[in-house]
């Protein structure tokens, strides 16, 4: 998945789960990130969001992080 596809899929999960605010800021931070022309690091808050939103157990996190290695 390319970062925009992660942004995305992290908004679609946004309003998931008990760290809701957390999520929001990070994807706040990837939109952002994304914005200035810097793509590796949006693609780490959007996978972070997700992680706040969903976990790590959840298929669209593994789906997003599979081409990455995301430090735990």
Do not use: W
Request: proline share 3%.
């Amino acid at each position: 998945m390319n970062t925009s596809e992660i942004i995305v899929l992290a908004r679609r999960h946004m309003s998931e789960g008990a760290m809701e605010s957390s999520a929001r800021l990070c994807l706040y931070g990837a939109v952002a990130l994304y914005d200035d022309d810097r793509p590796d690091d949006a693609r780490k808050r959007a996978i972070d969001s997700l992680r706040y939103s969903v976990g790590e157990f959840h298929e669209d996190f593994r789906r997003a992080t599979r081409s990455v290695q995301v430090p735990s």
